[in-house]
Structures are given as C-alpha cells and as structure tokens.
C-alpha cells in the first residue's frame, strides 16, 4: 500500500478551473496505475479518471470527457487532475486512489486511497 495526500481543492465559479494534486509516500509510486474518483453529498463515489503507470493511456467517465485531463510525474511521485470549465454538477470530494491496474471499476481494485479534497463550483 502507498500514502496519498490530495490537495488543490477549494471554491470556484462556474467555468473556472481548478488544479488537483496527489502526493504518494514511497519509491513505487511508477509500479502503480492511479486513478481519480469522486463523490457528491447524497450520491456514491464514482470514478473521474485514471492513468496507467508509464502515462501511456488515460481514460474518463464520459461526464468529464474534454474537461478534465489527468496526468502524473513519476519523479515527483505526483498525479494531477486538470479540471476546466468547472460546472455545478462537478462539486464532490475528490479522492485519488492507487492501484495494479487502469480501469474504471470495480473500486475494490485500487488498495490504496487518500483522505480526499473538497471542490465545490458555485453557479
């Protein structure tokens, strides 16, 4: 397992942008796919994105698709979640997450999670 500190969360207008950050403790942070998932009050936590661990594919829930662009420096044991022309529907907390392989689902395969960060678009 990794430790994992998100950051970057915070408050923006409707349209804005905002910069996620995942911090990984340990020299494996490269052996692991990554991925992005988030959750809204009342509704369950679902996925945003995820990375393979050479950053050779990426993939998105379509309601992100275009928006949002996932990337990470294995150097800096950092995985970033660039998200544009922020809307209302994407206010949640956003959790990064670790594990063997890039996919969507299910959860259970990602071993490791952070504490999550909050963003919350205002219209």
């Known amino acids: 397992q990794v430790r994992l500190v998100e950051s970057g969360g915070g408050l923006v207008q409707a349209g804005g942008s905002l910069r996620l950050s995942c911090e990984a403790s340990g020299r494996t942070f490269s052996s692991y796919a990554m991925g992005w998932f988030r959750q809204a009050p009342g509704k369950e936590r679902e996925f945003v994105a995820t990375?393979?661990?050479?950053?050779?594919?990426?993939y998105y829930a379509d309601s992100v698709k275009g928006r949002f662009t996932i990337s990470r420096d294995n150097a800096k044991n950092t995985v970033y979640l660039q998200m544009n022309s922020l809307k209302p529907e994407d206010t949640a907390v956003y959790y990064c997450a670790a594990g063997p392989v890039a996919v969507a689902r299910p959860e259970s395969l990602y071993h490791s999670w952070g504490q999550g960060t909050q963003v919350t678009v205002s219209s």
């Open positions: 990375i393979t661990r050479s950053s050779t594919n990426t």
